[in-house]
T-cell receptor
């Protein structure tokens, strides 16, 4: 079974530029998460999708971050404009159907450096 | 909002030593509890989880964790560590709800270094 795929793996941009990350969850997984992991901290949930609908985006800085999952499969996370404090690893995770007992499966992450 | 505390940021052990990593959470309701591990250069992966029933949970690679509700704790243990256990360990807590919705809060992580 293929795992959660993310691209790019690394990205370096200057502040005020825009950037986009892509995630393809495990086939058939209805629930998709984006996390931000700043160096020295644990992952922080940014947004959660159930199919193509947003379940929770309470911690997403909506003035600069946006995410979509138009067809309920892959997803993109965008930052526009980027700030220095956005430097982090952006993790995507998925799980099958949203039932409580299911495990989240994580992708390799995209490491973003904002200069 | 709930919080998760991991007391040790960096632990160094010799092979065959026993391991205990602390984890405390703040939420007073029903919780689901997880330990995730990230080996160098690899993805975060689930080590073990607690949803209900026996508070002593066994996971992969000889790890176990005990849920003590009165102490709001979910400490991770292993009787004898190996060099291959060198990794970063994250405790995570989900506020359980009837809808199956998971909103997981992670701790800051503990880096474990095992010396051969």
């Amino acid at each position: 079974e293929a795992g959660v795929a993310q691209s790019p793996r690394y990205k370096i941009i200057e502040k005020r530029q825009s950037v986009a990350f892509w995630c393809n969850p495990i086939s058939g997984h209805a629930t998709l998460y984006w996390y931000q992991q700043i160096l020295g901290q644990g992952p922080k949930l940014l947004i959660q999708f159930q199919n193509n609908g947003v379940v929770d985006d309470s911690q997403l800085p909506k003035d600069r971050f946006s995410a979509e999952r138009l067809k309920g499969v892959d997803s993109t996370l965008k930052i526009q404009p980027a700030k220095l404090e956005d430097s982090a690893v952006y993790l995507c995770a998925s799980r099958p159907s949203g039932r409580a007992l299911e495990t989240q499966y994580f992708g390799p992450g995209t490491r973003l450096l904002v200069l | 909002a709930q919080s998760v505390s991991q007391h040790n940021h960096h632990v160094i052990l010799s092979e065959a030593a026993s391991l205990e990593l602390g984890c405390n959470y703040s939420y007073g309701g029903t919780v689901n509890l997880f330990w995730y591990v990230q080996y160098p250069g690899q993805h975060l992966q689930l080590l073990l989880k607690y949803f209900s029933g026996d508070p002593l949970v066994k996971g992969i690679k000889g790890f176990e964790a005990e849920f003590i509700k009165s102490k709001f704790s979910f400490n991770l243990r292993k009787p004898s560590v190996q060099w291959s256990d060198t990794a970063e360990y994250f405790c995570a807590v989900n506020e359980a709800n009837s809808g199956g919705y998971q909103k997981v809060t992670f701790g800051t992580g503990t880096k474990l270094q095992v010396i051969p």
